[in-house]
């Protein structure tokens, strides 16, 4: 029961001092299919997309998800 009422005590004190809540968010991503490669010839074996996901300009991105083609659409959540 004690440790109980000090963890409790603990988190009010953190919630009073500032401490946000997290907000979730959602961003609904579309294109379009690619259907050329690179070098201008046709596109037959695509199997899936990579999302990813950077923030600023530290150049450090992370995979977020893989969608499968022939997907044109997705949300990721976050």
Known sequence: MYRFLAILLV???????????????????????PTLNDDGSLLTDLASYEVWNGCGQTGIYDTVKVVLAPATSDAVLG
């Open 11 to 33: 988190s009010l004190t953190l919630l009073s001092n500032g401490a946000e809540a997290v907000e979730f968010c959602q961003a609904d991503l579309n294109w379009t299919e």
